[in-house]
T-cell receptor, first 109, second 117 residues
Framework: GQQVMQIPQYQHVQEGEDFTTYCNSS?????IQWYKQRPGGHPVFLIQ?????EVKKQKRLTFQFGEAKKNSSLHITATQTTDVGTYCC?????????FGTGTRLQVFP | DTGVSQDPRHKITKRGQNVTFRCDPI?????LYWYRQTLGQGPEFLTY????????KSRLLSDRFSAERPKGSFSTLEIQRTEQGDSAMYLC???????????????FGPGTRLTVL
């Protein structure tokens, strides 16, 4: 089974509201990658974090890696309807990806 | 389109039948991965190839599952004697095969959705 837990499982927001999803692991992660999967689509790579406490931004998306490298978060500011989809974190582990359970985001206009 | 392609996109079969899926990776990519995704879950790793060599298999890959990449290009995933629990999206991904600590981004195909009746 999957070793990386994600919360929440679902999130419904009004367009313009912020959204955050959290990834948690019981063990230290070597890295954390984030993927977006549109409804009916396939995972698309967003970003990778490697360093303890690392923060990266992509326009309205902010990614953080915890100091202990056991958790990570993705924050979207002022959501838009195009942000709809499932956001999955994953650890790159000896050439394979171990995915979290994913957070499905629904944005209402 | 020069991305990862998968065929078929959808497959409906009866329990007990065999099915085979094909994946064509991005042409210069050495590594090819198979994942399975069920509703409401993230993808789960099944197996991967470095060129022709199958380097790792998950315990999820029972003896009814077999994957090949005979010429180091396209790959096939066969499921024998399908069961209802095999119903899922089967995703293929490929990557360049960069080693040495650099990010080796995986690019996913559109997937094959299998329904076992």
């Amino acid at each position: 089974g999957q070793q990386v837990m994600q919360i929440p499982q679902y999130q419904h927001v009004q367009e313009g509201e912020d959204f955050t999803t959290y990834c948690n692991s019981s063990t230290t992660l070597s890295n954390i990658q984030w993927y977006k999967q549109r409804p009916g689509g396939h995972p698309v790579f967003l970003i990778q974090l490697v360093k303890s406490g690392e923060v990266k931004k992509q326009k309205r998306l902010t990614f953080q890696f915890g100091e202990a490298k056991k958790n990570s978060s993705l924050h979207i500011t002022a959501t838009q309807t195009t942000d709809v989809g499932t956001y999955c974190c994953a650890e790159g582990n000896t050439d394979k990806l171990i995915f979290g359970t994913g957070t499905r985001l629904q944005v209402f206009p | 389109d020069t991305g990862v392609s998968q065929d078929p996109r959808h497959k409906i079969t009866k329990r007990g039948q065999n099915v085979t899926f094909r994946c064509d990776p991005i042409s210069e990519h050495n590594r090819l991965y198979w994942y399975r995704q069920t509703l409401g879950q993230g993808p789960e790793f099944l197996t991967y190839f470095q060129n022709e060599a199958q380097l790792e298999k998950s315990r999820l890959l029972s003896d009814r599952f077999s994957a090949e990449r005979p010429k180091g290009s396209f790959s096939t995933l066969e499921i024998q004697r399908t069961e209802q629990g095999d119903s899922a999206m089967y995703l293929c991904a490929s990557s360049l095969g960069i080693s040495g600590g650099e990010l080796d981004t995986q690019y996913f195909g559109p997937g094959t959705r299998l329904t076992v009746l």
